[in-house]
């Protein structure tokens, strides 16, 4: 079987790399204390290299990227422990854009002209796509989410509410009255943010058509996709430590040369190339199954997951003290796995969703 990548996924990568690599530790500093916890420009020259329009089907004006082409991007954007909510703010508004149809939305997304964030998280409901706190009363919408990614700079909110127990998507404009945005900072510095809905006007045209059975499968593609950024961070967190063990001097030589964490760092490079073997594994599973992606994107979620965090957390043990600091990559890294961890379900989670598919 031939493992090398396409002239394409090369060209993808490569503009991933020369897009991220600048990227130091002050300069993310910057972008994070900026209003949003991100830089616009910064978005719309992603968007203009066609990382967003990647995750969007040809007949949808995008440029039809397959589930192995997105996690190649992923695992570029963690290998360099890019700021860039490109998973969060761009494929998911994107997927589920197309698959409503909303042609007009989409070319916005898709340009970077817009930038949209998914508000479906709700209080004491763990990771359940089912609005119930949400709600739809006549023509508007009442209640609460949180944990809405990118809140501060959205232009519009992809809302999952429950109308009459069936669980819909309303595209509603940051600006629409009655919609107030409380912001937070994450773990790995971004802003989210919640949203309180007080009779918040539905109007024509907001709704989007899209049924309970097109939402898992998105879901499922974010989840295999937070595990491609996880393995790209392990990575960066293993070559980082390792460069850093053959310069750091105990006793007069270099701490890289002492068995016990010689071993410690093979440990750590068995979990990497294991985990990215089952991203890959799960990458090229036939996307139009719907059953055996979310199957395997939850498997490989899980065992990712968990592999990157013992890397991540011997990573920082290994640096001593500094590591969990803002002023070494480590401590990004690390934070950044442990929101990619949670998102659209924990270890436990995504285990559990396995077996039951299994």
């Known amino acids: 079987m031939n493992f090398d990548l396409s002239e394409e996924q090369e060209l993808f990568t490569s503009t991933v790399d020369r897009f991220t690599s600048q990227i130091d530790v002050e300069t993310r500093h910057k972008i994070r204390g900026l209003d949003g916890g991100y830089d616009p420009s910064r978005w719309s020259e992603l968007a203009e290299l066609g990382l967003v329009a990647l995750a969007a089907d040809e007949d949808s004006g995008g440029m039809g990227g397959s589930p192995l082409d997105l996690a190649l991007v992923g695992e570029a954007l963690g290998r360099n422990i890019a700021p860039d909510p490109?998973?969060?703010?761009?494929?998911?508004?994107?997927?589920?854009?197309a698959a409503a149809g909303a042609e007009d939305m989409l070319e916005s997304v898709l340009s970077g002209e817009k930038f949209?964030?998914?508000?479906?998280a709700e209080r004491n409901q763990r990771y359940s796509l089912q609005a119930k706190q949400t709600k739809v009363s006549?023509?508007?919408i009442n209640?609460?989410?949180?944990?809405?990614?990118?809140?501060?700079?959205?232009?519009?909110?992809?809302?999952?509410?429950?109308?009459?127990?069936?669980?819909?998507?309303?595209?509603?404009?940051a600006d629409r009255a009655g919609l107030d945005v409380r912001q937070y900072r994450l773990a790995d510095g971004s802003i989210a943010g919640e949203l309180q809905f007080n009779n918040v006007a539905i109007e024509d045209g907001d709704?989007?058509?899209?049924?309970?059975?097109?939402?898992?499968?998105?879901?499922?593609?974010?989840?295999?996709?937070?595990?491609?950024?996880?393995?790209?961070?392990?990575?960066?967190?293993?070559?980082?430590?390792?460069?850093y063990v053959k310069?750091?001097?105990?006793?007069?030589t270099a701490i890289g040369s002492f068995q016990a964490l010689q071993h410690r760092l093979v440990d750590c490079y068995s979990k990497i190339e294991q985990a990215r073997s089952m991203l890959y594994r799960a990458a090229m599973v036939d996307p139009s199954d719907g059953a055996a992606l979310r199957r395997s994107s939850a498997g490989a979620k899980a065992y990712i997951g968990e592999a990157v965090d013992h890397v991540a957390r011997e990573a920082v043990?290994?640096?001593?003290?500094?590591?969990?600091?803002?002023?070494?990559?480590?401590?990004?890294?690390?934070?950044?796995?442990?929101?990619?961890?949670?998102?659209f379900g924990d270890t436990s989670t995504s285990l559990t969703e396995f077996a039951q598919a299994a």
């Open 86 to 97: 490109w998973l969060e703010n761009g494929v998911v508004p994107a997927r589920i854009l």
């Open 116 to 120: 949209v964030s998914f508000a479906w």
């Open 138 to 140: 006549g023509r508007a």
């Open 143 to 173: 209640g609460q989410k949180t944990f809405v990614l990118g809140a501060g700079l959205a232009d519009a909110f992809l809302v999952t509410a429950d109308d009459d127990g069936a669980t819909k998507i309303y595209l509603i404009p």
């Open 207 to 243: 709704q989007l058509e899209v049924s309970s059975d097109d939402l898992p499968p998105i879901i499922a593609i974010a989840r295999l996709l937070a595990a491609a950024e996880m393995v790209g961070l392990g990575q960066r967190l293993l070559d980082d430590t390792l460069a």
């Open 247 to 252: 310069e750091r001097e105990q006793f007069g």
């Open 317 to 343: 043990q290994l640096h001593g003290g500094m590591g969990i600091t803002d002023e070494l990559t480590i401590g990004h890294a690390m934070k950044r796995v442990l929101l990619l961890n949670r998102l």
